[in-house]
């Protein structure tokens, strides 16, 4: 038993390692890289026009999909506060019909 849970869980972290290696891999693949002099200063102009990419990057990028998720998310939460209200509508429609048959 101890070594059956021994594999499920070398299993898990051994997915679990390779996802995040992959994550990794992807995030220092699409990084923006420039390289600056600590003596002299050199390339801090690169430096700068590298900032300004991932700026635009993160607007383009980031932020829209960020406004397209909460735009979903919101558009779920009235889709469920509409179900909501109509099934309280049905019940309030089934008490008031109980009520005029027990008159």
């Given at each position: 038993?101890?070594m059956q849970?021994?594999?499920?869980?070398?299993?898990?972290?051994?997915?679990?390692?390779?996802?995040?290696?992959?994550?990794?891999?992807?995030?220092?693949?699409?990084?923006?890289?420039?390289?600056?002099?600590?003596?002299?200063?050199?390339?801090?102009?690169?430096?700068?026009?590298?900032?300004?990419?991932?700026?635009?990057d993160f607007?383009?990028?980031?932020?829209?999909?960020?406004?397209?998720?909460?735009?979903?998310?919101?558009?779920?939460?009235?889709?469920?506060?509409?179900?909501?209200?109509?099934?309280?509508?049905?019940?309030?429609?089934?008490?008031?019909?109980?009520?005029?048959?027990?008159?």
């Amino acid at each position: 038993d101890e070594m059956q849970a021994n594999d499920a869980s070398a299993g898990y972290y051994g997915s679990l390692t390779r996802s995040l290696s992959l994550v990794l891999d992807e995030f220092y693949r699409n990084l923006h890289t420039c390289g600056v002099s600590a003596a002299t200063g050199d390339g801090m102009e690169g430096f700068w026009k590298t900032v300004d990419a991932a700026a635009k990057d993160f607007e383009t990028d980031y932020c829209e999909d960020l406004k397209n998720r909460m735009a979903e998310q919101k558009a779920k939460k009235k889709a469920v506060a509409k179900a909501g209200i109509e099934r309280l509508k049905r019940d309030v429609a089934g008490e008031q019909e109980k009520e005029e048959e027990e008159r």
